[in-house]
């Protein structure tokens, strides 16, 4: 028998892509400067990929924490319930981004996610992930730059909020998502909106009338093409200014 046929069989197309080093966002995610047999080693203790339908929660407030969740496909919310019961949206994840990270003080979940659209994404038991951290340390302080990132556009975006008028919000808003799809690959100026009108004015705290007619607004002013949910950024400089109010508001 030839010794080819002992050979460990050739990874499959599938295989590889459902690697991290076969992952687009893998220069997003965990796996950001590390070499081939750190990812590897990375790669081995994710758990499962799991896919996640339009509006099912991936956790729950106050669900036990175990288990860290790269985003690989689709789009989520982050939200919180209110004394009132009503929800508080907290943020809005992509591709690229950890989900989770709220519950590794308190061994609990403080929010709750749910998918925007059908998702996907890659399941990392925090344990073997800290054990990793140990023989890996340039996988901590990656761990520790995104960890960072996330805690700086949480209180930026809250201090931001607060001094600004209605249209700076949303174009501050529409500023960011186009940053965070050009690193990602994606077009600047063209991409489809994955939340309502009612989730954009939750999070900004606008009502969804407000929104409505911003959107509107920009749109007439030559500065957005918007139908729908499918937005175009006609004038980025233009929005952006209009985010850091150094143009007036209409």
């Known amino acids: 028998m030839s010794s080819l046929s002992n050979a460990a069989p050739a990874p499959t197309v599938q295989a590889l ?3 991290c080093a076969g992952c687009s966002m893998h220069q997003l995610c965990l796996p950001m400067g590390l070499d081939d047999a750190e990812m590897l080693r990375l790669d081995q203790i994710i758990g499962r990929r799991r896919r996640i339908k339009r509006d099912q929660s991936l956790y729950r407030v106050g669900d036990t924490f175990g288990t860290l969740y790269a ?9 919180q319930i209110n004394s009132n019961g009503s929800q508080q949206i907290t943020g809005f994840q992509m591709a ?3 989900l989770g990270m709220d519950a590794i003080g308190t061994g609990h979940h403080q929010c709750e996610a749910v998918a925007l659209e059908d998702s996907e994404v890659c399941e990392i038991p925090f344990n073997r992930l800290e054990e990793l951290f140990q023989d890996m340390p340039v996988l901590l302080r990656q761990f520790h730059r995104i960890m960072s990132r996330e805690i700086s556009r949480e209180h930026g975006v809250m201090l931001a909020l607060n001094n600004m008028s209605a249209q700076q919000k949303l174009a501050a808003f529409l500023v960011n998502l186009s940053s965070r799809y050009v690193t990602r690959g994606y077009s600047a100026t063209r991409f489809q909106l994955r939340m309502t009108r009612e989730e954009i004015g939750n999070y900004l ?4 009338e407000s929104v409505s007619r911003l959107l509107s607004s920009l749109k007439k002013n030559g500065v957005i093409e918007v139908n729908h949910r499918d937005l175009e950024l006609l004038d980025l400089a233009q929005l952006r200014s209009i985010a850091l109010g150094t143009v007036p508001c209409a």
């Open 96 to 98: 690229g981004e950890l």
């Open 17 to 19: 892509q459902a690697s």
């Open 71 to 79: 985003i690989r496909l689709g789009h989520f919310k982050t939200f």
């Open 205 to 208: 705290g606008l009502a969804v």
